[in-house]
């Protein structure tokens, strides 16, 4: 079984940068895709970004293109979200997330292990 643990998380000032990891325990097979989730207070959890197993393809919530930068290192096991130019609305909870194939083109509907969860506030 794969457990997902993010770290990183914290306050950062509007503008700021970063950065935020996951580490999986457990073996992740050679189609296990990784991203992010978010969801901020009294909204539904959303969608940030989803890199495939080679680190080869991502894609991006519009919301974080240009601004936020997913990468990983399969041997490793570890995703990262690199945010940089952070702004209010990134403040929520940022939710890890693996899943096969399907992952990559429909993440919302394919998530085989979620994380705990990590913070992150920007302050103004």
């Known amino acids: 079984q794969v457990h997902l643990i993010e770290s990183g998380g914290g306050v950062v000032q509007a503008g700021g940068s970063l950065r935020l990891s996951c580490t999986a325990s457990g073996r992740l097979g050679p189609n296990n895709n990784m991203g992010w989730f978010r969801q901020a207070p009294g909204k539904e959890r959303e969608f940030v970004a989803v890199?495939?197993?080679?680190?080869?393809?991502?894609k991006y919530a519009d919301s974080v293109k240009d601004r936020f930068t997913i990468s990983r290192t399969p041997e490793e096991n570890t995703v990262y979200l690199q945010m940089n130019s952070v702004k209010s609305e990134d403040t929520a909870v940022y939710y890890c997330?693996?899943?096969?194939?399907?992952?990559?083109?429909?993440?919302?509907?394919?998530?085989?292990?979620w994380g705990k969860g990590i913070q992150v506030t920007v302050s103004s």
């Open positions: 997330a693996t899943g096969g194939a399907l992952f990559f083109n429909l993440p919302h509907l394919a998530v085989d292990t």
């Open positions: 890199i495939s197993w080679s680190a080869a393809s991502t």
